[in-house]
T-cell receptor, first 112, second 119 residues
Framework: QKEVEQNSGPLSVPEGAIASLNCTYS??????FFWYRQYSGKSPELIMF????GDKEDGRFTAQLNKASQYVSLLIRDSQPSDSATYLC????????????FGGGTRLMVKP | GAVVSQHPSWVICKSGTSVKIECRSL??????MFWYRQFPKQSLMLMAT?????????EQGVEKDKFLINHASLTLSTLTVTSAHPEDSSFYIC???????????????FGPGTRLTVL
């Protein structure tokens, strides 16, 4: 059974701070990792993907992957109230992003 | 990114009726479509995967005779919830994926979701 675990939150950070979202996964053979943002009542939208160990930066977002520890994180710098949403970690067994397994999501609240 | 539409966006029906949800890829050919269900405050749970022209593959615990999936073309997949009951009330989301051309990964594009309420 492939599992993806996230702290459900809510994670509350002040505007301008760094929000750190964490995710662990059980399948050591997982190949690619995705972070989605989901606003209430809406479908998920892709923020970042990563498949190599280390950091990957895109604007205010940085994804970090540690395959040895089976851990992936998302850092959001200069958090804005518009970043308030649920962040879903998803894991795939291949590099093509097939068969995503989603975590339960972490609710982020950025307070002005 | 590519656009995926779902119809209807919300539906209310009586218990025992059947409801059909359509998922369309508007500007690309979706060789694979995924159907998810999301209950309040929970994550997306994959129900089934369908490849165009083939029978859908259902996840464990999902009744294939209750959730009928048809992926008859490269731009359309339908999910029919047969004899719906209140416990089927949920947010249903489709994901569409085209042919992988060998890039970093093969992105799955999500539809806006369909909220089903069964009375």
């Amino acid at each position: 059974q492939k599992e993806v675990e996230q702290n459900s939150g809510p994670l509350s950070v002040p505007e301008g701070a760094i929000a750190s979202l964490n995710c662990t996964y059980s399948d050591r053979g997982s190949q690619s990792f995705f972070w989605y943002r989901q606003y209430s009542g809406k479908s998920p939208e892709l923020i970042m993907f990563i498949y190599s160990n280390g950091d990957k930066e895109d604007g205010r977002f940085t994804a970090q992957l540690n395959k040895a520890s089976q851990y992936v994180s998302l850092l959001i710098r200069d958090s804005q109230p518009s970043d308030s949403a649920t962040y879903l970690c998803a894991v795939s067994w291949d590099n093509a992003g097939n068969m995503l397994t989603f975590g339960g999501g972490t609710r982020l609240m950025v307070k002005p | 990114g590519a656009v995926v539409s779902q119809h209807p966006s919300w539906v209310i029906c009586k218990s025992g009726t059947s409801v059909k949800i359509e998922c369309r890829s508007l500007d690309f050919q979706a060789t694979t479509m995924f159907w998810y269900r999301q209950f309040p405050k929970q994550s997306l749970m994959l129900m089934a995967t369908s490849n165009e022209g083939s029978k859908a593959t259902y996840e464990q615990g999902v009744e294939k005779d209750k959730f009928l999936i048809n992926h008859a073309s490269l731009t359309l997949s339908t999910l029919t919830v047969t004899s719906a009951h209140p416990e089927d009330s949920s947010f249903y989301i489709c994901g569409a994926q085209g042919v992988w051309t060998g890039g970093p990964y093969n992105e799955q594009f999500f539809g806006p979701g369909t909220r089903l309420t069964v009375l």
